[in-house]
């Protein structure tokens, strides 16, 4: 057909955002983060993901092989990659090697796979295998370092390594001298301790914001997150719905009790919620497409976050406040899409 005017057969949008290239953003956005882990923890972080990313392309193979669909044209899409990644900005440098063998087994295999394949799975599939490993391995994700600033003992490189694989520590130095707890792990115990929030953020682990290192780093992950909003990646609504929600809610119980309850700013600045606000609740696959079912399911993430970091056996609630919305996530969509003109 000649005419430039004329209406051919669909698909009539296009766009640059294909899944590769959506992926490559994600993957941009998540480096300044990434290096202000190594900066804060050291290099093995970048063993983590090391190793998650092998896991998680080995079992995307496998899947694709047994699936009998084009391996090239699905691993290209780097979706696997950002998988892994996001797994391993979630665990402890000195995380044993086969948590990420379990972890991405479920993330790959059982999450994404068995539910279709990508765009077909219900659940994010990192934080399905974040919280099966942490569910299951308790011990085994909470052996975090401390920053190199407050740390009592440097572990160099081959120390890391020979931790993750023997899971064998320097002989001459205590283990609770290598280790340390996080923040969130911190506020937990000093309140079962009846400690009062004053006396817990005066120990060294805390910043201006909230944890000591994980201030910055949530800060480079917001930076990262509005790199993808600008690129049209993701919708603000979600991560600008969680923050607010999580601020307000927290403001609730705060103003309740100061000396009782995690503050707004620490809520924010500790632990993984600029991660799960930017890079996992902004999942369209596990999430909600419409405007305001976007809204509903980031109040809900923030809402489940906080209450479990307040009430919770576990520190921080991010991974679960997702899942559980990813669950809801359908009945919200099928509640908030406007009906078809003529639709009953």
């Given at each position: 057909?000649?005419?430039?005017?004329?209406?051919?057969?669909?698909?009539?949008?296009?766009?640059?955002?294909?899944?590769?290239?959506?992926?490559?953003?994600?993957?941009?956005?998540?480096?300044?983060?990434?290096?202000?882990?190594?900066?804060?923890?050291?290099?093995?972080?970048?063993?983590?993901?090391?190793?998650?990313?092998?896991?998680?392309?080995?079992?995307?193979?496998?899947?694709?092989?047994?699936?009998?669909?084009?391996?090239?044209?699905?691993?290209?899409?780097?979706?696997?990659?950002?998988?892994?990644?996001?797994?391993?900005?979630?665990?402890?440098?000195?995380?044993?090697?086969?948590?990420?063998?379990?972890?991405?087994?479920?993330?790959?295999?059982?999450?994404?796979?068995?539910?279709?394949?990508?765009?077909?799975?219900?659940?994010?599939?990192?934080?399905?295998?974040?919280?099966?490993?942490?569910?299951?391995?308790?011990?085994?994700?909470?052996m975090w370092l401390a920053p190199h600033s407050i740390a009592l003992y440097d572990m160099?490189?081959?120390?890391?390594?020979?931790?993750?694989?023997?899971?064998?520590?320097?002989?001459?130095?205590?283990?609770?001298?290598?280790?340390?707890?996080?923040?969130?792990?911190?506020?937990?115990?000093?309140l079962r301790q009846e400690l009062t929030m004053t006396e817990i953020s005066a120990q060294?682990?805390?910043?201006?914001?909230?944890?000591?290192?994980?201030?910055?780093?949530?800060?480079?992950?917001?930076?990262?997150?509005?790199?993808?909003?600008?690129?049209?990646?993701?919708?603000?609504?979600?991560?600008?719905?969680?923050?607010?929600?999580?601020?307000?809610?927290?403001?609730?119980?705060?103003?309740?009790?100061?000396?009782?309850?995690?503050?707004?700013?620490?809520?924010?600045?500790?632990?993984?919620?600029?991660?799960?606000?930017?890079?996992?609740?902004?999942?369209?696959?596990?999430?909600?497409?419409?405007?305001?079912?976007?809204?509903?399911?980031?109040?809900?993430?923030?809402?489940?976050?906080?209450?479990?970091?307040?009430?919770?056996?576990?520190?921080?609630?991010?991974?679960?406040?997702?899942?559980?919305?990813?669950?809801?996530?359908?009945?919200?969509?099928?509640?908030t899409i406007p009906k078809a003109y003529g639709q009953k």
């Open positions: 057909m000649n005419n430039p005017k004329a209406t051919t057969h669909a698909p009539h949008i296009h766009t640059k955002n294909s899944v590769r290239n959506v992926m490559l953003h994600v993957l941009l956005a998540l480096i300044p983060a990434i290096i202000a882990y190594v900066y804060f923890f050291g290099f093995g972080i970048v063993l983590q993901i090391t190793l998650s990313v092998f896991f998680a392309l080995l079992f995307e193979i496998i899947s694709l092989k047994l699936l009998k669909k084009p391996v090239g044209l699905f691993i290209s899409d780097l979706s696997a990659v950002v998988t892994g990644i996001l797994f391993a900005l979630c665990i402890s440098p000195l995380a044993p090697w086969w948590i990420s063998l379990i972890a991405m087994f479920f993330a790959i295999v059982v999450a994404k796979h068995l539910y279709g394949g990508l765009g077909q799975n219900i659940f994010n599939p990192a934080m399905v295998g974040f919280a099966v490993v942490l569910i299951s391995f308790p011990q085994s994700m909470s160099s490189f081959s120390e890391v390594l020979s931790a993750v694989f023997t899971q064998s520590f320097p002989a001459n130095v205590e283990f609770d001298t290598l280790t340390q707890a996080t923040p969130l792990d911190s506020i937990k115990n000093g060294p682990e805390f910043g201006k914001l909230g944890g000591l290192a994980w201030e910055w780093i949530s800060s480079l992950y917001i930076l990262g997150g509005v790199f993808l909003i600008l690129k049209n990646i993701i919708s603000w609504r979600v991560p600008t719905t969680i923050i607010i929600a999580t601020v307000l809610f927290a403001l609730s119980f705060y103003l309740y009790n100061p000396d009782g309850y995690i503050s707004p700013l620490q809520h924010l600045f500790t632990g993984g919620l600029m991660l799960g606000a930017f890079f996992i609740a902004t999942d369209p696959t596990s999430g909600c497409s419409s405007p305001k079912g976007q809204i509903i399911f980031a109040i809900g993430v923030a809402v489940m976050t906080v209450l479990i970091r307040e009430f919770g056996n576990f520190p921080d609630g991010v991974a679960f406040g997702v899942l559980l919305m990813n669950l809801s996530a359908p009945l919200i969509d099928r509640l």
